[in-house]
């Protein structure tokens, strides 16, 4: 059973426009969410984080939208640029990132120029 | 400061035969993780080292296993091997503390295929 989930495995987005990335989740424990951005041939670069006592969180271009109640969270990119273009994958903690990152299956983010 | 290493990068093996992959963190990182990622599951938890220990254990089967040395450098292996194990397999470092999961700097990797 997947506790994490992004159901969108491909998302493509024009250069300059709003990229939206979606992730649910399952487990009430959850309390710690993280995005990462991988690149083919890199491993996975810690993007930005959410705790649950907070409903946002801006670092720059990238803004975290979380939704308890829903258990939904999103991850907004502007604008988007050529170099976002990868894979974004969705993570979640318990007990404050204490527990081992439960990840979702990834989404693919095509933006073009 | 360098990041985390792997080696080899790209490995390829035949089925029933076993595989060793290592991992050294970034300086001073104590715990070290190891991931599976493949097209269909996405990234897996293995396991975790603290202190030549293991903290934490995914849903594995046992022919998956893991250590760490003193110098923190840890090393997987895969006994066995199957078809399904073809895979990236990640490290990630964190810092002095247990459990510090929002803290993981990843490693490139290593591309397993098990032919």
């Known amino acids: 059973d997947q506790q994490v989930k992004q159901n969108s495995p491909s998302l493509s987005v024009q250069e300059g426009r709003i990229s939206i990335l979606n992730c649910d989740y399952t487990?009430?424990?959850?309390?710690?969410f993280l995005w990462y951005k991988k690149y083919p041939a890199e491993g996975p670069t810690f993007l930005i984080s959410?705790?649950?006592?907070?409903d946002k969180n801006e670092d720059g271009r990238f803004t975290v939208f979380l939704n308890k109640s829903a258990k939904h969270l999103s991850l907004h990119i502007v604008p988007s640029q050529p170099g976002d273009s990868a894979v974004y994958f969705c993570?979640?903690?318990?007990?404050?990132?204490?527990?081992?990152?439960?990840f979702g299956k990834g989404t693919r983010l095509s933006v073009i120029a | 400061k360098a990041g985390v290493t792997q080696t080899p990068r790209y490995l390829i093996k035949t089925r029933g035969q076993q595989v060793t992959l290592s991992c050294s963190p970034i300086s001073g990182h104590r715990s070290v993780s190891w991931y599976q990622q493949t097209p269909g599951q996405g990234l897996q938890f293995l396991f975790e080292?603290?202190?030549?220990?293991?903290?934490n254990k995914g849903n594995f089967p046992g022919r998956f296993s893991g250590r760490q040395f003193s110098n923190s450098r840890s090393e997987m292996n895969v006994s066995t091997l199957e078809l399904g194990d073809s895979a990236l397999y990640l490290c990630a470092s964190s810092k002095n503390r247990q459990g510090s999961y929002n803290e993981q700097f990843f490693g490139p990797g290593t591309r397993l295929t098990v032919l």
């Open positions: 993570a979640a903690s318990a007990y404050s990132g204490n527990t081992p990152l439960v």
């Open positions: 080292y603290f202190s030549e220990t293991q903290r």
């Open positions: 487990n009430s424990m959850f309390d710690y």
């Open positions: 959410i705790s649950s006592i907070k």
